[in-house]
């Protein structure tokens, strides 16, 4: 008897099996980190709320209220079907489902009387939620200035509904040129990879090499939640304690700084733009530790989580996170600047030419997919508690640009999480930057924005001279 009962269990399953892969796959279907991020990435004891991008953007003067509603119905709301859906558990998995959305319910005025205030009003707004989530996932904040001064829309969207890629890209749509013409659509290249094994004229070794590369960032993609904690120093927390997120962060802004600078540094040293950014925050750190009287020794570590971002697909709509977090070693304990960047050159240039990123990308996805979601949170947990700083930079609009007819001066991408976040962007041929950091932990933190900046400048008058 138990033998027939085994026999009709396994042909239920393997029909079953067989049913679900001749059904019509939801087209609607959530990407794996985009699941995760919408039930929550962390453990519940890092007391991480959700996962918004904080778009802020300022003006001399903000557009007009119901210019911009009806510009963000039509370049928004109408094209892409995410903003006008919410997850909905299914059979299939988390897949977008359609509902009511009312703009009115998504724009909130509020009123400042300074700069300062203005920031403080900003660094509020960003340590809530989005209001009413996990039912909605965007809203604008129109921040007005009663003093004449500078006014901020704040454009806040959960990281579920997409990477600083799709956003960018579909941001770019609702930007015009000061003549009010459309912009140029702006065609990202995929992350550079290369040939790190050099020229190999047997073709039977190619594979093995290839093989033996993808090996090689397995282990580094498990080292990730596995390998060695940061160090303790008045940056980090380190020593493998569990990060717990910040619910009234500290946002230091980076005194705006030319894009033609960096540039120099760049094309006079071979390195990236990446590059020097990263290296003068790695020697930002570095000045902040001796500030603190924290001096890095020898065997000081601290490591940053860099997103590597695949482009979208420029023919397709569908907004999605294709992207994966890589590991870079910060060179704080390297004596100068020009040393600093030597040291990131190398380390980005062994991320390029290998494997590694789009084998973290491939290992992520496939552990959602497969895991319980118990288990992804405490990976992701891991991660973070083993790292001292997420940073990213995302490449901006270079000209003066309007939205809804407004100039825009200044754009800040502000990102929360559990562990310090730095975050770039250019735009019209300038700099912005701000690191976002828990005052608890990390003591004096605005001394960091200028001392970035004297990174930077130190950096420039070593690689280019005193009149650089």
């Known amino acids: 008897m138990t033998f027939y009962v085994f026999l009709a269990a396994t042909a239920a399953l393997i029909g079953g099996f067989l049913y679900r892969r001749r059904r019509t796959p939801n ?8 699941a995760l991020m919408y039930q929550g990435g962390f453990l519940p004891q890092c007391k991480v709320p959700n996962c918004s991008i904080n778009c802020c953007l300022y003006f001399d003067k903000l557009p007009d209220l119901a210019r911009l509603k009806a510009l963000v119905q039509e370049t928004i709301v109408d094209k892409y079907f995410e903003f006008r ?73 959960e990281h579920c509904l997409g990477d600083g890629l ?109 590059d020097v950014i990263f290296s003068c925050l790695s020697g930002a750190i570095q000045r902040y530790l001796h500030v603190q009287r924290d001096i890095p020794g020898p065997a000081t570590s601290m490591k940053a989580l860099i997103p590597v971002g695949f482009p979208p697909d420029p023919k397709s709509t569908r907004l999605a996170n294709t992207w994966a977090f890589v590991t870079v070693p910060m060179p704080v304990t390297e004596p100068h600047p020009e040393a600093r960047l030597r040291r990131t050159m190398q380390d980005f240039t062994a991320i390029k030419t290998s494997a590694y990123a789009r084998v973290a990308l491939a290992c992520t996805n496939l552990s959602i997919k497969t895991l319980p979601i118990s288990v992804c949170r405490d990976t992701t947990t891991n991660v973070f508690a083993r790292h001292s700083i997420v940073f990213s930079n995302v490449p901006g609009p270079q000209t003066p640009v309007c939205l809804a007819g407004a100039v825009m001066t200044e754009i800040q991408q502000v990102f929360l999480n559990c562990i310090s976040q730095a975050g770039v962007l250019s735009y019209n041929g300038t700099l912005y930057g701000n690191l976002v950091v828990d005052s608890n932990l990390v003591p004096d933190p605005r001394a960091l924005g200028h001392l970035y900046i004297a990174e930077l400048q130190a950096l420039a008058a070593a690689v280019l001279g005193p009149t650089g």
């Open 27 to 34: 087209p609607w279907l959530l990407d794996g980190p985009s």
């Open 85 to 157: 859906a919410v997850p909905e558990r299914t059979a299939q998995g988390f897949a977008w489902t359609e509902v009511a959305t009312n703009l009115d319910e998504r724009f909130f005025l509020s009123e400042v009387s300074s700069e300062e205030e203005l920031h403080r009003k900003m660094e509020g707004i960003v340590s809530q939620n989005i209001k009413g989530y996990p039912h909605k996932l965007w809203e604008f904040h129109y921040i007005t200035n009663l003093k004449g001064g500078r006014e901020m829309l704040l454009f806040r969207v």
């Open 166 to 274: 799709h956003l960018m890209r579909m941001f770019h749509a609702m930007l015009t040129d000061i003549d009010g013409k459309p912009l140029p659509i702006q065609a990202l290249p995929p992350p550079k990879t290369s040939n790190r094994w050099g020229p190999c004229h047997r073709r039977f070794f190619r594979p093995l090499l290839r093989a033996l590369d993808v090996l090689c960032s397995v282990g580094k993609v498990a080292g990730m939640a596995k390998g060695s904690f940061d160090s303790v120093t008045s940056f980090s927390q380190g020593a493998g304690q569990l990060p717990v997120f910040c619910n009234r962060p500290t946002v230091v802004i980076i005194p705006p700084h030319p894009l033609d600078l960096v540039k120099k540094i760049k094309n006079a040293t071979g390195a990236s733009v990446n």
